[in-house]
């Protein structure tokens, strides 16, 4: 690790302040920071650490029915707020399917938002990687490829976005707050994350200097509480990134679906919103096989970027069985193995 | 650059001045502290050899900048029991050979310790390996583990019930 100067700042305005010189970084709790600094991965001159700003834990519904959820809220705690869990069940799920207990214990919002591929040419500083060095190649392209983007991608970087969290918010219209040099600003989550083209290293639309301060949920968003579902497969049972996952919601009304929602996780360098899917599934019966449409159109534009091509089968397979899950309706509490498709008590057939 | 820390580790006060800001909370318990219960398996988030208690909850200690936990209550291996008397989740390790080398031994009862006070997993099997997935054990002394979680933690109702 490369040494750094420290500061904590005592307020937003003097971490962007602080930030906003070349080199800085923020530090929130540094679980995929300090990780990828260990590795040489990322050699910041000064980590402004931000965990001890006032103001930035709180979850709290606003006057308009949204939800403001603070960007120091650390993931185990919002899993576990009844609010969320409550309103808003794949992002309990979804948080709860991601990392390890003692990662969720740490890891805060912001830094969700935050984290970076974990490509492991991005990790290795020894390989090319134009997301890290820019202009100096993408050594998975001819690389350990199979977990790597079918979507979005390009032949500058073929690297997924890791977040399972960012999968539901995307599908359910969050909200970045932002505090910059130039003020404050908002954006919807679904523009944060870039897709690589000709510039991988420009992984958000953050300018130098801005803070991720919060993010809403709008009050839409909890009308999709009762059949709403995260789904993640993955190498492992639990404690491993998505090689697909979905986040897939209904509104039923009268046996048809009024409104769906689908994002998808692990096939882009950002989370990836399904619009078209979504439009399939409007006014119709919720049936597996018009989930499978809705599936075919969700991976339409599909390409593998490597040894990957079985993603796209298998991302259709998520998507269809997340809506059949969805459509039986929010389980009372989150299943033992969140997210998982090894959960024994939903019933659901293993060949959807 | 010397920055101070003030730490209450296994409820003594500590303060220490760090010449370097790089250093972990676990680097800070093992090699300025002298407290190597606290193990360092990959060093990387992955492992959970390192897993302690900060304010409670069960973090990876070799995630955590020492710097920036100023203020905070770390518990670790050296903390838990009374005495000669030891901790409910250590008896219950011992009572169902919860582990073989001994290695991840520390982490997995710091694991067991913040996962029976969150509350989430009860006496069931599937959670309880559920919560306990962030630490790993290489000799696979998972069934042992898992015994020793669910005994600990039903001790640990019945002594709520007796408290109450």
């Known amino acids: 690790m490369n040494l750094f100067d420290y500061v904590r700042p005592a307020s937003v305005a003097e971490a962007v302040a602080a930030a906003s010189e070349p080199g800085a970084a923020y530090l929130g709790a540094g679980t995929n920071l300090l990780d990828l600094m260990k590795v040489g991965a990322m050699r910041p001159d000064k980590l402004v650490d931000i965990t001890k ?47 390890s207990a003692q990662l ?36 998975a392209l001819d690389g350990e490829n199979r977990t790597h983007a079918i979507l979005g991608w390009s032949e500058g970087c073929i690297a997924t976005h890791p977040s399972d969290f960012c999968v539901p918010l995307v599908a359910l219209d969050a909200v970045v707050e932002i505090e910059g040099p130039e003020g404050r600003r908002e954006m919807p989550l679904e523009a944060f994350h870039l897709l690589p083209g000709d510039t991988p290293h420009k992984e958000t639309y953050l300018a130098r200097g801005e803070l991720v301060t919060g993010l809403r949920l709008p009050p839409e968003a909890a009308l999709f509480s009762g059949n709403a579902r995260y789904l993640k497969l993955r190498e492992r049972t639990s404690f491993a990134f998505a090689l697909v996952s979905a986040a897939a919601a209904l509104r039923i009304e ?60 298998l991302a259709k397979r998520v998507v269809t069985r997340a809506f059949v899950l969805a459509a039986e309706g929010t389980p009372q509490r989150v299943p033992a193995m969140p997210a998982s498709v090894f959960s024994s008590d939903t019933g659901v057939s293993a060949h959807a | ?48 050899a390192c897993t302690v208690l900060v304010d409670g909850r069960r973090i990876n200690a070799c995630l955590a900048l020492a710097v920036s936990l100023d203020g905070a209550e770390v518990t670790t291996i050296e903390g838990l029991a009374e005495g000669e008397a030891l901790h409910p989740v250590q008896q219950a390790f011992i009572d169902h050979d919860g582990f073989q080398c001994g290695f991840c031994t520390p982490g997995q009862i710091m694991s067991a310790v913040g996962l029976i006070g969150e509350g989430d997993a009860g006496t069931d099997p599937d959670r309880v390996r559920e919560g306990m997935s962030g630490n790993i054990c290489r000799c696979g002394a998972y069934k042992g583990i898992v015994e020793a979680v669910i005994e600990a933690q039903e001790k640990t109702e019945k002594n709520e019930r007796r408290v109450a």
């Open chain 1, 53 to 99: 700003l006032p103001g930035l834990e709180m979850i709290e519904m606003l006057d308009d029915g949204s939800v403001r959820i603070g960007a120091l809220v650390r993931n185990s705690d919002l899993a576990r707020d009844p609010l969320i869990a409550k309103a808003f069940p794949m992002v309990a799920e979804a948080l709860l399917s991601g990392a």
């Open chain 1, 104 to 139: 969720r214990n740490a890891a805060t919002v912001g830094g969700n938002l935050m984290q970076r591929t974990r490509c492991s040419y991005f990790q290795d500083p020894e390989s090319a990687c134009n997301r890290r060095e820019p202009g100096s190649g993408c050594d």
């Open chain 1, 254 to 313: 009268d046996g048809k679906i009024a409104e769906a929602r689908l994002a998808l996780g692990g096939v882009a360098a950002k989370p990836w919103r399904a619009r078209e899917a979504e439009a399939v599934l409007k006014g119709v019966s919720p049936d597996v096989e018009t989930f499978a449409r809705a599936a075919e159109a969700a991976l339409a534009d599909a390409m593998p970027s490597g040894d990957n091509a079985y993603k796209i089968d």
């Open chain 2, 1 to 48: 650059m010397s920055l101070s820390v003030t730490l209450t580790i296994n409820g003594a006060r500590k303060d220490v001045v760090l010449e370097d800001p790089r250093v972990t909370l676990l680097d800070l318990l093992r090699e300025r502290l002298h407290l190597t219960g606290t193990k360092k398996g990959c060093d990387r988030g992955q492992c959970g």
